[in-house]
């Protein structure tokens, strides 16, 4: 370990403060406040944005049509371990929070717009800042940083505005790295006719009118979260309302919407609409099933050095999915072992590519048993299995539990479990359903491919052809995608840091130190959230309690000003 003087406080940045970045700071505060020692702390965060801690995803100036993804009982930015009950400041949940500050959006089974979360992210941000030890000392720099630099003793930092800045611990939690497009829109198609867009946030900027007129004809690269946003964008962000009576949707135009919106991608297969929990009704026996496969999977995970995904994991969750879903359709004993239905419905899901009728169908079915509409099906039982099993597959799979090998079909079967387990709100998928309906969204060239002339663009299918106006890509950027001149990308290129081999993430240890190319831990360095992904499992997300990387980290840098000695006194 370094030697810090006592005299000489202890120098941490934080790079990136979004959520993680500020669920890292609030936990080296709270080290510090509970470690005695006099060495002081200076931390400084580089966030760019106006609002640590909410960032740009949570940026509470956005529009209140981009909704949450989980609902508001889910959200919560303190840790609340049993040891720190009595917290010296308020620390409200975000349904405590909403009670007070917007009691209409206080459900906690609703999915709030994003905007009040970020909000809430940056009131906690605040209490951190205004209570901080007293031997911390917290200044904000809104800047983005573009280099960090190891020199002998420090590393150093270097903003986009020329600035450096030594520290002897830097963090990076750069989570989306700000909004910026995905690899694939290098390669957009364009024509003389067609406006290219290659990225949909800000969706107020990105997808105002002047981008996307009234009346275009409108094609969506990508179906997934992103292109739900967007056509909310371009519907209900152009002033049309949505109503719901009896879990029916219904949208009023207001003539500001593109004539029609195409949705288009490589499968065709559309994400499930998660159930609303109050509305799914489960016998009480379905727990002893979740613990069941909990258990089987965390027995894996303590057994072996590594975990085998096709031979051992996945057959406990689709076992466990069949036993969910045969106590949902109160099948006797005996019928039990003859088949999985689940698995044979996975294994047709992922073997068909869906046509816009196969997809409209499923969106349709997934809507009716998330809203009780209709007894929850296949789908259910597995996308629930997933869900509930998901903190003990994280045990089986992180730092790189998971055999090398076994990546390839990990991530396969990973990124169609999304589609499945981590689809939007019911709600949303309400409201798309709605716009099918009239017109508005029309997935006749789901399956279809983008051709382009020199002047003209059309969306092609066996059966349909549409020419376009506007093409928008709708794909986020992977979460491995580092562009060369990036932070992250220059690290890499450096061998400060690697990727791990088959997860593709950058490799950390628990305390969310990295390993440099030579497979050596970087003291001073930590990588926290989305760019370890693959390393960490389902680390992108607003769960505080799915990992403890910032709680290690945090421990280890207090740690740190507790081992310094005092200086000596000299008479
Ligand atoms: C559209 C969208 C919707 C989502 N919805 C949900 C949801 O409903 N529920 C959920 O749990 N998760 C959701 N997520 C996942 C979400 O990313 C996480 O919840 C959370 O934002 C992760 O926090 P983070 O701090 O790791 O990353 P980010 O939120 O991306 O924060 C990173 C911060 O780093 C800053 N930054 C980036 N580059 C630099 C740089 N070079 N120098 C300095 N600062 C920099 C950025 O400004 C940003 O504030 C969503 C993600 C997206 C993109």
Redesign the pocket.
């Known amino acids: 370990m370094e030697s810090y003087s006592i005299s000489s406080p202890l120098r941490v940045a934080i ?8 669920y890292s700071l609030e936990r080296l505060c709270h080290e510090l406040s509970t470690l005695s020692s006099k060495q002081k702390v200076e931390i400084t965060l ?4 106006g609002y640590p801690a ?5 940026d509470p100036k956005q529009p209140h049509y ?1 909704r ?3 609902a508001s009982r889910h959200v919560d930015a303190w840790l609340r371990e049993e040891t720190e009950i009595d917290a010296a400041y308020p620390q409200p949940t975000f349904v405590q929070w909403l009670k007070k500050q917007y009691p209409l959006f206080s459900d906690p089974d609703g999915f709030a717009p ?1 905007a009040l979360v970020g909000e809430y992210l940056y009131w906690c941000y605040q209490q951190v800042a205004l209570h901080l030890p007293e031997r911390v000392t917290l200044r904000w720099k809104r ?4 280099d960090i630099v190891r020199q002998k003793t420090a590393w150093t930092v270097l903003s986009e505005n020329g600035q450096t800045n030594d520290f002897d611990e830097v963090l990076i ?6 909004w910026h497009a995905a690899a694939n829109s290098r390669q957009l198609p364009t024509a003389l006719h067609l406006t290219s867009i290659d990225c949909i ?1 800000p969706t107020e900027e990105k997808l105002s009118e002047s981008a996307v007129p009234p009346d275009a004809k409108t094609a969506i690269c990508g179906f997934g ?2 292109c739900m ?1 967007a056509i909310l964008a371009l519907t209900e962000g152009r002033g049309g309302t949505f109503h719901c009576e009896d879990h029916r949707w219904s949208y009023q135009p207001n003539g500001q919407e593109p004539s029609v919106i195409l949705p288009f991608s490589r499968t065709g297969r559309p994400m499930l609409a998660k159930p609303i929990p109050a509305c799914v009704c489960l016998p009480t026996t379905i727990n002893s099933v979740w613990q069941a496969g909990r258990n089987q999977l965390r027995q894996m995970a303590t057994q072996s050095q590594t975990t085998q995904f096709k031979e051992s994991l996945w057959p406990v969750i689709l076992q466990t999915a069949k036993n969910a879903f045969w106590i949902i359709e109160d099948r006797p004993e005996s019928a039990q072992d003859e088949c999985n239905p689940v698995a044979d419905w996975f294994e047709h899901w992922i073997q068909t590519e869906a046509d816009d009728q196969a997809s409209h169908a499923a969106l349709k079915q997934s809507y009716r048993v998330a809203t009780g509409q209709t007894l929850p099906d296949e789908a259910w039982a597995l996308g629930e299995t997933w869900r509930q099993l998901y903190p003990a597959l994280i045990e089986c799979v992180n730092h790189g539990k998971l055999a090398e090998a076994e990546w390839e079909e990990f991530h396969l079967i990973a990124r169609e479990m999304e589609r499945i387990a981590f689809g939007p709100p019911a709600e949303n998928v309400g409201r798309i359903l709605a716009l099918i309906e009239l017109g508005i969204v029309d997935l006749s060239g789901l399956r279809g491919h983008l051709r382009t002339t020199k002047h003209y663009a059309t969306i092609i299918t066996q059966t349909f052809r549409c020419e376009v106006d506007c093409l928008i890509n709708a794909i ?1 950027p992977a979460s491995n995608d580092h562009s060369p001149d ?2 992250l990308g220059k690290l890499l290129e450096r061998g400060a840091l690697r990727k791990m081999p088959g997860a593709g993430g950058i490799e950390v240890d628990p305390a969310a130190r990295p390993l440099n190319a030579k497979g050596e831990t970087m003291q001073g360095l930590a990588v ?3 760019p370890t992904e693959g390393c960490i499992l389902g ?5 505080r309690r799915l990992h403890t990387l910032p709680s290690e980290w945090a421990k280890q840098i207090a740690e740190k000003t507790a081992s310094q000695k005092e200086p000596c006194v000299v008479h």
């Open positions: 790079v990136g403060c979004g959520p993680k970045g500020f580089f966030e760019p944005t909410s960032g740009a995803v949570y981009l949450m993804n989980f994003r800047d983005k940083v573009i939690s750069t989570g989306h790295g700000g946030f979260l992103s946003d986020i990036s932070l926290l959230g989305r680390n992108d997300t607003l769960n």
